[in-house]
């Protein structure tokens, strides 16, 4: 257990409202990421973020934003949700003590978009 | 074309059979080589994890890297059901952004 929650784990929403998922880590990993998984795609990144305040832009980020202020969260918000957004999100981890590429993966948010 | 291909499969095989799985990927600054197994409705499991070229073996798992022909593979060996899974690579660059491309999985049925 690479010590990595998402919250919330389902939720279903309307075109056009926000949405904000979390993810939390216990173990100080230096990088975090966002990615999205679709049928037919795989795992394609959103965003990552390298340190407190550091984020880049992945594959995939038209309509989402992301913030981390702290080491252990890491936030991204869909500013107007739209059906295309429908997915289950991922959030992962790395570079625990700067050390490894290895990449731990969260349990995943169902996202439904009406 | 994708920077990284994978076969979707389902690839359906008996309890025990010797399980070959494949990814073929086209940016030959790739140097780091993942393996995860993904579990119905969770998130991906990391398997085994290369650097370079060459095997590496872990219980009934090995990882194999043909740099020169830019070919991973995953075995597994004496399968079993609780291998029923989907398998997917993930290829990174040292270009120290730690960004990594994933296939789009090979589901794996292993056959009671």
């Known amino acids: 257990d690479a010590g990595i929650t998402q919250s919330p784990r389902h939720k279903v929403t309307e075109t056009g409202t926000p949405v904000t998922l979390r993810c939390h880590q216990t173990?100080?990993?230096?990088?975090m990421y966002w990615y999205r998984q679709d049928p037919g795609h795989g795992l394609r990144l959103i965003h990552y973020s390298y340190g407190v305040k550091d984020t880049d832009k992945g594959e995939v980020s038209d309509g989402y934003s992301v913030s981390r202020s702290k080491t252990e969260d890491f936030l991204l918000t869909l500013e107007s949700a739209t059906s295309s957004q429908t997915s289950v999100y991922f959030c992962?981890?790395?570079?625990?003590?700067?050390?490894?590429?290895?990449?731990?993966f969260g349990p995943g948010t169902r996202l439904t978009v009406t | 074309q994708k920077e990284v291909e994978q076969d979707p499969g389902p690839l359906s095989v008996p309890e025990g059979a010797i399980v070959s799985l494949n990814c073929t990927y086209s940016n030959s600054a790739f140097q780091y080589f993942m393996w995860y197994r993904q579990y119905s409705r969770k998130g991906p499991e990391l398997l085994m994890y290369t650097y370079s070229s060459g095997n590496k073996e872990d219980g009934r798992f090995t990882a194999q890297v043909d740099k020169s022909s830019k070919y991973i593979s995953l075995f597994i060996r004496d399968s079993q059901p609780s291998d029923s899974a989907t398998y997917l690579c993930a290829l990174s660059t040292t270009s120290g952004t730690y960004k990594y491309i994933f296939g789009t999985g090979t589901r794996l049925k292993v056959l009671a």
């Open positions: 992962a981890i790395s570079g625990l003590a700067g050390v490894s590429y290895e990449q731990y």
């Open positions: 173990e100080n990993h230096r990088y």
